[in-house]
C-alpha cells in the first residue's frame, strides 16, 4: 500500500530496482547546491507495517484493561472526571473514545465501617462510561512514515539508482571500521604520544585491513567461480566466509624444523584437507609457503 505522503510526491519505482520507489528534488543548504532523494523500501515498509499490527494488538489490550480501571473510580464533580478522561487517552494515543458518558452514583455517607445505615446523607460521584477502538488517524500517521528514508549528497549528478548503491556499500566502510577497532591489533597496548608515530601506526593498519580485503574477496570469488563452499563458523557450507574466520581456522599451523647432518629441514604440522583447499584457491604463491 502506498502512504498518502507517498501518494501526494508521486514516487516513481526505481529502474534497477522495483522493490524501491523514490522522489528527488534539489536544495541547497550552507550554500552548496545539494539532491535529496526520498526513497519508499516496499520490503521494509510490509515487515514494519507487521510489526505495528502486533505492537498494537498488545496496546490496545492494555489500553482496555487501564480503561476497565478509570471506569471504577469515582470523581467528586464532571470536570474532574473529564479531565482524567483527557489524561488518560493523552497516554494511549494508539486508542480513541468510540463513546463517552458521564453516569453519576448515589452513596450514603457514614463515619463507621461496615454497612451504612438508612440516615446517612447521599452523596453524588461522577464515574466516566463509554467504549473505545483503535485510533485510525494515528495508526495512518506511523504508517506513512514506514519504509521512508532520504539519501543526500553534494555531487548533484549521481542518479538515484547510484545513491542507493553507494549507501548500501557502506556497510562494507563499516566492517573496516570494526576491523580497525577489534582486539586483532592489540591497540589498547600501545601507547603513543608523537603525532608522526600515530600516523604511522594508522597507515600501517590501514594497509593490514587493505591486504585483509584483498584476500577476503580473492577467496570469495575464487568460491563462486569453483562454486566451492568452505564451513562457517556454524559448520554450514558458505560462499562468502570472513577472512577472519579464514585466519582462525588457521590457528595451531606450526612449522618444525629439524637439523640433520648440518641441513635444516622443515615440516609444516597440523595441515589439513581444508587448509590445502583454501590454499589452493588462494593461489600458488599462497600454496608454496606451506608446501
Request: net charge positive; charged share 35%; with cysteine.
Amino acid at each position: 500500500m502506498v502512504t498518502t505522503l507517498a501518494a501526494n510526491l508521486n514516487l516513481q519505482t526505481l529502474k534497477s530496482d522495483e522493490r524501491y520507489s523514490f522522489y528527488q528534488t534539489f536544495v541547497e543548504y550552507g550554500g552548496i547546491k545539494q539532491k535529496w532523494v526520498l526513497l519508499l523500501s516496499h520490503k521494509m515498509k510490509e515487515k514494519k507495517e507487521g510489526t505495528l499490527r502486533m505492537k498494537l494488538e498488545k496496546k490496545v489490550e492494555k489500553a482496555e484493561k487501564s480503561f476497565k480501571k478509570l471506569k471504577g473510580e469515582d470523581f467528586f464533580c464532571e470536570e474532574d472526571a473529564l479531565k482524567a478522561a483527557e489524561k488518560w487517552i493523552a497516554d494511549f494515543p494508539s486508542v480513541s473514545f468510540e463513546k463517552l458518558d458521564l453516569k453519576t452514583i448515589k452513596k450514603r455517607e457514614t463515619g463507621k465501617r461496615g454497612r451504612p445505615s438508612k440516615d446517612g446523607k447521599l452523596k453524588i460521584y461522577y464515574r466516566i462510561d463509554g467504549d473505545i477502538k483503535v485510533n485510525d488517524a494515528f495508526v495512518l500517521k506511523e504508517m506513512e512514515k514506514m519504509g521512508l528514508f532520504i539519501l543526500a549528497s553534494n555531487d548533484v549528478s549521481l542518479s538515484p539508482e547510484d545513491m542507493l548503491k553507494y549507501y548500501k556499500g557502506q556497510d562494507n566502510v563499516e566492517k573496516g571500521f570494526r576491523f580497525l577497532k577489534s582486539d586483532t591489533f592489540s591497540i589498547s597496548k600501545v601507547y603513543l604520544k608523537k603525532k608522526g608515530r600515530i600516523e604511522a601506526l594508522t597507515m600501517i593498519m590501514v594497509l593490514c585491513l587493505m591486504i585483509y580485503s584483498i584476500a577476503e574477496w580473492k577467496l570469495r570469488t575464487k568460491l563462486e567461480e569453483e562454486n566451492e563452499t568452505v564451513p562457517d563458523q556454524k559448520g554450514k557450507p558458505t560462499k562468502r566466509p570472513t577472512m577472519r574466520w579464514i585466519f582462525f581456522n588457521f590457528q595451531g599451523i606450526t612449522e618444525l624444523s629439524t637439523q640433520k647432518e648440518g641441513e635444516i629441514e622443515s615440516e609444516i604440522l597440523n595441515m589439513e584437507d581444508l587448509h590445502w583447499k583454501i590454499l589452493g584457491l588462494m593461489g600458488e604463491k599462497c600454496e608454496n609457503i606451506y608446501l
